[in-house]
């Protein structure tokens, strides 16, 4: 059963970090783009970053470019995220989700390119 579980979400003072995890089972993460996504109340799903399976390259919004930081381990099916000066505009439910097409193109931040998704994880920046 293929399956994304994310972690490491909670409540943090403004300017602070978090690093969020995304754990897969039953497939490994070798040579697959995978992102992470949000979404807070009202608003719709939007891509934060993302890791192409092919060279690592990654991408991010401009909204959190220079200060987030996502990175992965194949060996440990886990995919990271270090969020660094948090903003309260930063508060919503984190996703990570796979794109299992394997291709070759640098990974992207639409929500529709991917087709597994974990059930989120909730950050909240406040003081």
């Known amino acids: 059963q293929l399956q994304l579980v994310e972690s490491g979400g909670g409540l943090v003072q403004p300017g602070g970090s978090l690093r969020l995890s995304c754990t897969a089972s039953g497939f490994t993460l070798d040579y697959y783009n995978i992102g992470w996504f949000r979404q807070a109340p009202g608003k719709e799903r939007e891509g934060v970053s993302c890791?192409?399976?092919?060279?690592?390259?990654?991408k991010y919004s401009d909204s959190v470019k220079d200060r987030f930081a996502i990175s992965r381990d194949n060996t440990k099916y886990t995919l990271y995220l270090q969020m660094n000066s948090l903003k309260p505009e930063d508060t919503a439910n984190y996703y990570c989700a796979v794109d299992r097409s394997m291709s070759l193109s640098l990974c992207a931040l639409e929500p529709y390119e991917y087709d597994n998704w974990g059930q989120g994880t909730q950050v909240t920046v406040s003081s």
């Open positions: 890791i192409s399976g092919y060279r690592n390259r990654t």
